[in-house]
């Protein structure tokens, strides 16, 4: 089972990513959809030599709920702040210490940050992630923010 599905979790992702952007699903779409599902994963265990173990599902769903309603939340503080005086933005680079130990746990740390308006991880070390910030009033609590929002849940649905 593992040689055909290398990552079933990723696999039924794949298949429901692709049904839920479909314009009109149907099944043409998922048959394309099975077929993406089951090639891609299988096209790629070369970049997942040890893929981490999802160790807390529940942990992982209100991570997810709380990325998208950050994702939201964030583009409205960016647009009034854009929109508003730019002498008013106060732009800085952040030095966020990671606890995580897993290279690819730490990246998805970076992806959230970057998805997240108004901040965007500009680099990603062993044990540090440098993050550009559109505006911060305060730096330490910009830093605390971070790990305690993104990078703990994290290690809670790895457990790493």
């Known amino acids: 089972m593992s040689r055909l599905l290398p990552q079933p979790l990723m696999s039924i992702l794949i298949l429901g990513l692709w049904l839920v952007l479909a314009p009109a699903p149907g099944m043409g779409q998922m048959l394309i959809g099975m077929v993406l599902a089951l090639v891609l994963p299988w096209a790629t265990r070369g970049f997942w030599p040890d893929p981490p173990r999802l160790a807390d599902p529940v942990a992982g769903l209100r991570l997810t ?18 929109v508003g005086p730019l ?4 732009p800085d680079f952040l030095e966020v210490p990671l606890d995580l130990r897993d290279p690819f746990v730490a990246t998805l740390l970076g992806s959230i940050v970057s ?6 991880s500009v680099e990603i070390d062993q044990d540090v992630m440098l993050v550009h910030a559109l505006h911060v009033e305060d730096a330490d ?14 290690r809670k649905v790895f457990a790493c």
């Open 115 to 120: 998805l997240t308006p108004g901040t965007v």
């Open 87 to 90: 002498a008013r933005l106060n």
């Open 65 to 82: 709920g709380r990325v998208l309603f950050d994702i939201v939340t964030a583009n409205i503080e960016v647009a009034r702040q854009v």
């Open 141 to 154: 609590a910009a830093v605390a923010h971070i790990k305690a929002r993104y990078e703990e849940p994290l």
